[in-house]
């Protein structure tokens, strides 16, 4: 139905004129394919310094966005501590705030604290909790979502209030009165050798700004490219 309010950019990919897109169609992004084996090949430079930046640099200044080439340039990767919480033996480390990463501690103790370590795998039970923790996981992540701002000691420790005993003895009363948003879509993978790479692509809300440079694997109002948003 909002087919006619997207970009050029973003109509060409993924808007149908001959029918509506139907389960076992294949979206091709020939683009975005390029780029990939650019960076495959070269390494960092092909996106930060090299022909994609060009494009990227064109593309921002056609459509009035404010992203420059140089800024691609002069980043800088940095190292944050991570948030983190004990499970059982395990230690997990999520990346910090800004980042919304501490919703997955956030389920896990909500899924501990629901026993569903001892219900039947793939059981109705299981499955219902798992639905509903996951549900109120996002609806935690959309509380904090517009808040969550580099830097930001103050909701930081509103993050870490979410773990006190009282709030998450409250929170178990609210899984499964939560709905899930369709939002954002999330890939991570991760070695053997503990090299974890994470890709999110937020829609936020419909479609986000509706923009989309075909080369790149998001719409441009949020990237996330190895754990930096631009």
Known sequence: KRQDMFHSSAHDIFVRTDRPWQSGDMLRQPDLARTLRQIAGAGPDAFYHGEFA?????????????????????YQPFWQETF??????????????ESTGFVVLYALELLS?????????????????????LCEMER??????SRLLPYQ????TEICALFDEPALEDAIQHVG????????????????????????QSLDHGF??????????DEEDSVDLGGRRI
């Open 84 to 97: 983190s919480r004990r499970f059982h033996d395990f230690v997990v480390h999520v990346p910090p705030p």
């Open 54 to 74: 060009d494009r990227l640099d064109a593309f921002f200044r056609e459509t009035g966005g404010f992203l420059r080439k140089a800024d691609l340039a002069r």
């Open 177 to 200: 009165h939560s709905r899930r948003g369709p939002h954002t879509t999330s890939l991570a993978a991760c070695d053997t050798h503990g090299n974890l790479v994470c890709i999110t």
């Open 113 to 133: 604290r629901l026993g569903y370590a001892s219900m039947p795998p793939g059981g109705l039970d299981a499955v219902h909790v798992l639905i509903s923790v």
């Open 153 to 156: 000691p103050e909701v930081t």
């Open 208 to 217: 986000g700004c509706l923009l989309y440079t075909s080369d790149a694997a």
């Open 140 to 145: 935690c992540a959309d509380d904090f979502a």
